[in-house]
């Protein structure tokens, strides 16, 4: 069975750190590009950031550039979103995900974590 596992969502002033996590078991975790996408209230859902099967590769939207890092860890099937200088526009729910290729296909999709910066 396919899981995918968010941790590290939470309340941060504007200007504050926060760090994701993403936990996967039941697929070939070093096939897969992972990474992340975000929905904020009433916009549609975006990809964020995605990270090759071996770090040979990391995308970035252009809102969060210079901002936020991915990270991955194929010994413990684990992938990190570190997000400095939060702005209250990443507000959303974050969403970790899977796929072959580029993880923008969203194969596999976790259940999601929140994220708000206050003003």
């Known amino acids: 069975q396919v899981q995918l596992v968010e941790s590290g969502g939470g309340l941060v002033q504007r200007g504050g750190s926060l760090r994701l996590s993403c936990a996967g078991s039941g697929f070939p975790w070093d096939d897969y590009s992972v990474g992340w996408f975000r929905q904020a209230p009433g916009k549609e859902r975006e990809g964020v950031s995605c990270?090759?099967?071996?770090?040979?590769?990391?995308y970035y939207v252009d809102a969060v550039k210079g901002r936020f890092t991915i990270s991955r860890n194929n010994a413990n099937n684990t992938m990190y979103l570190q997000m400095n200088d939060l702005k209250p526009e990443d507000t959303g729910v974050y969403f970790c995900?899977?796929?072959?290729?580029?993880?923008?296909?969203?194969?596999?999709w976790g259940q999601g974590t929140q994220v708000t910066v206050s003003s």
């Open positions: 990270v090759g099967t071996w770090e040979n590769s990391a």
């Open positions: 995900v899977a796929a072959r290729g580029s993880c923008l296909r969203g194969e596999y």
